[in-house]
T-cell receptor, first 109, second 115 residues
Framework: DAKTTQPTSMDCAEGRAANLPCNHSTISGNEYVYWYRQIHSQGPQYIIHGLKNNETNEMASLIITEDRKSSTLILPHATLRDTAVYYCIVSNAGNQFYFGTGTSLTVIP | EAGVVQSPRYKIIEKKQPVAFWCNPISGHNTLYWYLQNLGQGPELLIRYENEEAVDDSQLPKDRFSAERLKGVDSTLKIQPAELGDSAVYLC?????????????FGPGTRLTVL
């Protein structure tokens, strides 16, 4: 019962910005938006999270729409090592993480 | 700081055999999760512990799967007997909550192959 909708796959040229969209139209007021990624044969890795405001850290930026029904993860300068499956998750502390199938991002040289 | 540790990383067994996976969470994390990940799918929760208590095990197939978290630290997930369909990656994660924020830290997983 994934609460999010993501494109199945995307390509991005190396050095360019990768913009990964996510729809979460049923998000409730106390639920955070989390982004994780999973590189082949590794466990999921936390990238960033947000509640209402846009967020930026050393890995990425998260843009959340004003109505909170969608968000975009931005990798500003994609590298080959960013090739991975990216999961958008909405959850509060009492709820499960529903990962869905994520977006498979391929960074092309 | 050490991350979530899982062992073994890989396990190959024949069907009907038992198997166990071990997880050591990040120190101080009171919440521990076991996830199952099938090929091409995202992780799916099997069980969640708050300290020693299993607070959500609704997705755990209790006829063959069991888990324990003694003393609220390490945890073991067991399958007995294993079936061919149990071949998957078993992930352990841990977290400590701050209000409604709950960042989970994942281990590398155990890849199980049942022959």
């Amino acid at each position: 019962d994934a609460k999010t909708t993501q494109p199945t796959s995307m390509d991005c040229a190396e050095g360019r910005a990768a913009n990964l969209p996510c729809n979460h139209s049923t998000i409730s007021g106390n639920e955070y938006v989390y982004w994780y990624r999973q590189i082949h044969s590794q466990g999921p890795q936390y990238i960033i999270h947000g509640l209402k405001n846009n967020e930026t850290n050393e890995m990425a930026s998260l843009i959340i729409t004003e109505d909170r029904k969608s968000s975009t993860l931005i990798l500003p300068h994609a590298t080959l090592r960013d090739t991975a499956v990216y999961y958008c998750i909405v959850s509060n502390a009492g709820n499960q993480f529903y990962f869905g199938t994520g977006t498979s991002l391929t960074v092309i040289p | 700081e050490a991350g979530v540790v899982q062992s073994p990383r890989y396990k190959i067994i024949e069907k009907k055999q038992p198997v166990a996976f071990w997880c050591n969470p990040i120190s101080g994390h009171n919440t521990l999760y076991w996830y199952l990940q099938n090929l091409g799918q995202g992780p799916e929760l099997l069980i969640r512990y708050e300290n020693e208590e299993a607070v959500d095990d609704s997705q755990l197939p209790k006829d063959r799967f069991s888990a324990e978290r003694l003393k609220g630290v390490d945890s073991t997930l067991k399958i007995q007997p294993a079936e061919l369909g149990d071949s998957a990656v078993y992930l352990c994660a841990s977290s400590t909550r701050t209000g409604n924020y709950n960042e989970q830290f994942f281990g590398p997983g155990t890849r199980l192959t049942v022959l």
